[in-house]
Structure formats: structure tokens, C-alpha cells
């Protein structure tokens, strides 16, 4: 089983690349986003607690959607060839809490594909998102900048964590689908043939 992070700030494409990747090399797509809120929709335990959270403008907490992924892992599809992780890890911590329920597995995180995009990039993709999903929030650009300054802040730390692996690779997200979604492909196919 192959493990994938898909990893950049705010409006790269993760979202879009996940979708693909998940159709040619039949990968499952775990959105932590999607997670939590499929929680919610169940009304079961979890999503109440997140839901509450989310009400009183607090995240998830990391113990709560490292369960939730472990769940995905532990019973994927059957016709499953890999995971393609998008949003997650977020922080250091959960990067190696990770690690250690792949380890546990007798697994690893086999490549870590990080969308690079400039911050213009960024805010217009956002806005024109948000415009045709509806997402009145995102059309503020305090508040693109705000998502955009946590995710230097937090996230972008690791890229050195897995630099420190040998499991980082770049793409130039700020190019069409087609041409990102090419050189994505081209890593993983590598990454494939060479840790068979």
C-alpha cells in the first residue's frame, strides 16, 4: 500500500489534483475536511464534539482526526491501491504521529508532493473559488492572507521534516491542471517502480 501527502498553501490545487490522482492510479482521497464534516452530517460521537469545537471557532483537535484517519486506513476500498493524504499532516506534530500509525502498519510515507505557488496566484484562485462555491469568507483578503500567513506558519516547517526524509518533491503548482497534474504523475510513477 502506497502513501502519499499532497501538501501547499491554501488554493494550490490539492483539492483538484487529489480527484485525479485518485482516478489513474486508483489511490483513496482522505480530505481531512471531508472526514470531519461526514462526521457531522452522521451526528455520530465525533461530530458533535467537532462540531462543537468548530462553533466555538477551534479546530479538530489532532488525537480526534488521526482516529478518523486511522478508521480510512485500517478498512479501505477494496479495489484501493494507496492513500493520497490532502490537508493533513498540518503541523509537525501530526507529522509524526503519522508515522508512527504507518509504522505500526509496517508502512511509510512513500512521497510527500508539495504545490509551490506565489501568494497572487493564490488570492485570485481563492476569490474566483469562492465566487462560484458560494464561500462568502473567502472573498475577504484579510482573510486569504490570514489562512495563507497559518500555513508559513505551520505547515510549511515540514517541508524540511521530510526534506530530512528523502520523501520531498516539488511541483510548480502555478501552471495549468494539465501541466501540474503531468509532472505529479511523473514523480509518482518513479517513486512506484523504484520502492516495488
Do not use: W
Not at 524540511?160 to 509532472?183: A, L, N
Amino acid at each position: 500500500m502506497k502513501y502519499y501527502i499532497i501538501f501547499g498553501p491554501p488554493g494550490a490545487g490539492k483539492g483538484t489534483h487529489s480527484e485525479l490522482l485518485v482516478k489513474k492510479f486508483s489511490f483513496l482521497h482522505i480530505s481531512t475536511g471531508d472526514l470531519l464534516r461526514r462526521e457531522i452530517a452522521k451526528e455520530s460521537e465525533i461530530g458533535k464534539k467537532v462540531k462543537s469545537l468548530i462553533d466555538n471557532g477551534e479546530l479538530a483537535d489532532d488525537e480526534t482526526v488521526l482516529r478518523l484517519i486511522e478508521n480510512v486506513i485500517i478498512c479501505p476500498a477494496l479495489e484501493c491501491r494507496g492513500f493520497i493524504l490532502d490537508g493533513y499532516p498540518r503541523n509537525l506534530k501530526q507529522a509524526l504521529e503519522l508515522d508512527k500509525l504507518l509504522a505500526k502498519r509496517g508502512s511509510r510515507i512513500n512521497g510527500v508532493i508539495s504545490l509551490i505557488v506565489d501568494e497572487d496566484t493564490i488570492v485570485g484562485r481563492i476569490r474566483r473559488r469562492a465566487l462560484i462555491e458560494n464561500r462568502k469568507d473567502d472573498l475577504e483578503t484579510e482573510t486569504i492572507l490570514h489562512r495563507i500567513k497559518t500555513y508559513h506558519t505551520c505547515t510549511e516547517p515540514l517541508i524540511d521534516y521530510y526534506k530530512s526524509k528523502g520523501c520531498y518533491y516539488s511541483v510548480d503548482g502555478s501552471t495549468t491542471i494539465e501541466e501540474g497534474f503531468e509532472s505529479i504523475c511523473r514523480i509518482i510513477e518513479r517513486l512506484n517502480s523504484e520502492q516495488q
